[in-house]
């Protein structure tokens, strides 16, 4: 790694701070096992704890492939052999509601491919699924709902957006996917996770909420002018995230956008995976196993709905993760089989086997990174291989 071309690092992210387009960020590469460069802006320090929004996602896919591992979990299974509500599914089609002639498997919760939506305006199973959401949340808190499980089920009464199988659909199927996980361990994911990822990773401050004795540490959240430039978000954009209660259990744990986390710490997660799946010496997940999650998963039908969403032009997708294919597509000086994924409020990384490189990226703005800002990193860190 040509350290010296490294420091264009500094001019640009430089640049980002004197235009005030960032006022907080941390980043961190290493290289063959060693940490070759790592900086903190503005706002944030080393030991800023974030909202990973997303990039809690490959930390699900991981506890998902560890029952894989055991034989506890077939990717070829059906999601309502765990959760009932998810037998006799609706599917929005060109002609109405209809039942879905498809059972959604556990396959297709790890590669989006289910149809299960988020909430949002977008269509017919977004607008059902909002209406969906905002019931489980009021009845998680008058009691009527009392566990992931029971919020997992409750989303079946939304609309999907298209029959399981069929294509590409971003959505909330990893959350899905944690309530699978608590049915077949008979543990919360929180404490599944806590001792199958989290205590093995010495990921000693990854939570679905902030220790309320770290409150100072919490990166601070922003929001972006119609300029461009940055300012403090408001007590409503912190509601709109859920962020307004950081350090308090939150109503559900979100398995697709739910924790908090350090730099230091994921780091360590990137570490298991650069390494194969195992972490100073302790095997989390077989490299076998990693080496087919880290693969895509999506037909040519289904690449081409993953290739719409921002970012991910030239890349596959599969068990929860964005994978490289193609770098002329992505005009991207990277490698093949380079891995990762993003959160909605600017968190990003990527682990890559053959240069054997881990970059990440973390930051906190409503809105999610600057994407010119990404591709250049990327550039002058290949750049520097």
Known sequence: MNIRKLSR?????????????LFGASLLIEHKGKKVYETTIGTDRKDSIYKLFSMTKPITGIAAMILYEDGELDLFGKVSDYLPAFK????????????????????????????ISFDGDFGEAQRSMSRVYREARIQVGSGILRSNID??????????????????????????????????????????LQKEVFTPLKMTDTAFYINENNSLRQAVLYR???????????????????MDKPFSAPWYESAGKGLYST????????????????YHGKELIGHKTLEFMTSNQLNSHQLEAFNHMDNCTGYGYGNLFRVMMNPGAAGSNGSVGEFGWEGSCGTYFFVDPTEELILIYMQQVDGGYDSDLIRKIRQIVYGAC
């Open 9 to 21: 690092l500094d001019t640009l992210l430089d640049k980002q701070k004197n235009e005030e387009k």
């Open 151 to 192: 919020v997992c089920n409750k989303l079946a009464e939304s609309y999907l957006a298209f029959e399981p199988g069929t294509s590409f659909g971003y959505g909330y199927s990893s959350e899905i996917l944690a309530g699978i996980i608590e049915k077949i361990t008979g543990m919360g994911f929180s404490e599944f």
């Open 88 to 115: 006799d599914m609706q599917v929005v089609t060109p002609h109405g509601i209809k039942k879905a002639e498809n059972d959604i498997t556990i396959r297709d919760l790890l590669n989006m491919t289910s149809g």
């Open 224 to 242: 972006r002018t119609k300029d461009g430039t940055l300012v403090r978000a408001e007590e409503d954009i912190k509601q709109k995230l859920d």
């Open 263 to 278: 730099m230091e710490d994921y780091t360590h997660f990137a570490e298991m995976l650069i390494n194969k799946g195992s």
